[in-house]
Each structure stands twice: as structure tokens, then as C-alpha cells.
T-cell receptor, first 111, second 115 residues
């Protein structure tokens, strides 16, 4: 059974629309992360969280917000989606060594 | 500047042979952790192996082992007795500083294993 699950797995959005990507983890890890993966750029950190109620900016936070309402859930929010945000997004939960456990990925296409 | 650099974009090997892939990193920290992850064709990203910087012994898990050369800031991944299922993209990653701040990843090396 998957310990980090993401939804939706695939999403097509229009430019200017709002998109919410959701992530749930059953690892009971304090830390959670959102990465995006693009050809030529690898995995880049967007936002992360130390625990419920906290969100922190990663390396590329512009155009994204995050929400951590509980230990288990961490959402990535695109208030005004743009075509440049077309990507595959990965959520992860984090062990205290820094080791990450990834979700299956969410493919977002912004038209 | 990249903090984690994988210079090999792709490697092709015959099944049952050994493949080695390189990774160099940059850090100012005296203590850090290095990881290798595998991304399969389905997109799944799975943890393979970890090296703690303060450990002199190279980590080994199954048919994965590391070649940790601290003076060279290098952490190579070695896969012995390769199988077709080892065909994937392999990412090197580093954790420095606060463990909660996530990992910095290299761009990956695509390995293709042929029968």
C-alpha cells in the first residue's frame, strides 16, 4: 500500500485557472515536500513543510502556494496557472535523515 | 552553479555486467548525507542507497554499492550483475544543513540494460 498518494494523477487546466494538487502520507513524517520535474532541470523544490500549519519556500516558489492543514496532508496551489507550470509534480514525505519517500507524481498540463 | 552534478546523461550496458555512474557534489557543511534514487519508466521514484559523510565505509545494499571519495566530493553508484529491470534514470541527491529542507538532486543518468 502506497504511503504517499497524490491526486489528481493527471490534470488539464486553462491559463489563469486555479489548480490544487493534493498529497496524503501515512508515514507519519513531519516533513513534506513538493517538487517539479522538467527535462533538463531535474527535480526542483517548490515548497516544503516542517509540520501541520507550516509552509516554507523552496528554490522555485514563485507562482505557487502551499498548505499543510494536518500531519498527513500537503497541498500545492496554483492560483493563476500559466503554461510554464506544465510539468510533473511530485510530493514526498521526509525521514529525519533527509531521505524522501515520493508519491506517484501528478502530470499537469496548462493550456 | 549546480550543487550536485551528474556528467553522464546516458549509459548502455549488457545484462549481467557492472555499470558505474558518477556524481560530484559541492557543500560547505562538514556533515551531510548523499542518496541515490531510481526513477522507473512508469515515473515512480524509489530510494536505493544512502551514504553518511562521516562514515568511511562505502554503503552497500543488494547489488547496489557506492564509491565514496570524500576528498574528491564524489559519490559513484555501482550496480553489479545488472538486470533488464535496472533500466531506469538514476538520480544522485544531497542533504546538507537542516534535514527538513529537502534534497538537492542531480539531473540524472539514464541507464539502459540490453539482453
Amino acid at each position: 500500500e502506497a504511503a504517499v498518494t497524490q491526486s489528481p494523477r493527471n490534470k488539464v487546466a486553462v491559463t489563469g485557472g486555479k489548480v490544487t494538487l493534493s498529497c496524503n502520507q501515512t508515514n507519519n513524517h513531519n516533513n513534506m515536500y513538493w517538487y517539479r520535474q522538467d527535462t533538463g532541470h531535474g527535480l526542483r523544490l517548490i515548497h516544503y513543510s516542517y509540520g501541520a500549519g507550516s509552509t516554507e519556500k523552496g528554490d522555485i516558489p514563485d507562482g505557487y502556494k502551499a498548505s499543510r492543514p494536518s500531519q498527513e496532508n500537503f497541498s500545492l496551489i496554483l492560483e493563476l496557472a500559466t503554461p510554464s507550470q506544465t510539468s510533473v509534480y511530485f510530493c514526498a514525505s521526509g525521514h529525519n535523515t533527509g531521505q524522501l519517500y515520493f508519491g506517484e507524481g501528478s502530470k499537469l498540463t496548462v493550456l | 552553479a549546480q550543487k550536485v552534478t551528474q556528467t553522464q546523461t546516458s549509459i548502455s550496458v549488457m545484462e549481467k555486467t557492472t555499470v558505474t555512474m558518477d556524481c560530484v557534489y559541492e557543500t560547505q557543511d562538514s556533515s551531510y548525507f548523499l542518496f541515490w534514487y531510481k526513477q522507473t519508466a512508469s515515473g515512480e521514484i524509489v530510494f536505493l542507497i544512502r551514504q553518511d559523510s562521516y562514515k568511511k565505509e562505502n554503503a552497500t545494499v543488494g547489488h547496489y554499492s557506492l564509491n565514496f571519495q570524500k576528498p574528491k566530493s564524489s559519490i559513484g553508484l555501482i550496480i553489479t550483475a545488472t538486470q533488464i529491470e535496472d533500466s531506469a534514470v538514476y538520480f544522485c541527491a544531497m542533504r546538507e544543513g537542516n534535514y527538513a529542507q529537502g534534497l538537492t538532486f542531480g539531473l540524472g543518468t539514464r541507464v539502459s540494460v540490453f539482453p
